[in-house]
């Protein structure tokens, strides 16, 4: 499985963002699809996915409230939707897919197989 992320950029306090990872080689239903952030110095941190099974979202409490995910199983494609950005959202932002992981370890980096590149998303005070 390859993934394509894209999006990311500057963004202004309080603004939005928009990014987007396609996948391919294998069809996006049978994959849990998220994405996890990491800040300078700091840890790889889930921020929201898409389990597999129920095509139900789960997020972080960081973002829950302020960021949206959905995934486009007919263009394999998961977005993520971040709103009234600050400046503790900048960071690289992973997208990242497995078939196989169980709900209870969604949130946990090591859970997942496939790692597209990250995209840097940077929100100005």
């Known amino acids: 499985v390859q993934l394509q992320a894209s999006g990311g950029g500057l963004v202004q306090t309080g603004g939005s963002l928009r990014l987007s990872c396609s996948a391919s080689?294998?069809?996006?239903?049978?994959?849990?699809m998220g994405w996890f952030r990491q800040a300078p110095g700091k840890e790889r941190e889930f921020v929201a996915a898409v389990f597999r099974d129920t095509g139900r979202a789960y997020f972080a409490d960081s973002t829950k409230g302020r960021f949206t995910i959905s995934k486009d199983n007919a263009k394999a494609t998961v977005y993520l939707q971040g709103n009234s950005l600050n400046p503790e959202d900048t960071a690289v932002y992973y997208c990242?897919?497995?078939?196989?992981?169980?709900?209870?370890?969604?949130?946990?980096?090591?859970?997942?197989?496939?790692w597209g590149r990250g995209t840097q998303v940077t929100v100005s005070s």
């Open positions: 080689g294998r069809t996006s239903r049978s994959l849990t």
């Open positions: 990242a897919a497995d078939a196989r992981l169980i709900l209870s370890t969604i949130s946990s980096s090591s859970a997942y197989d496939y």
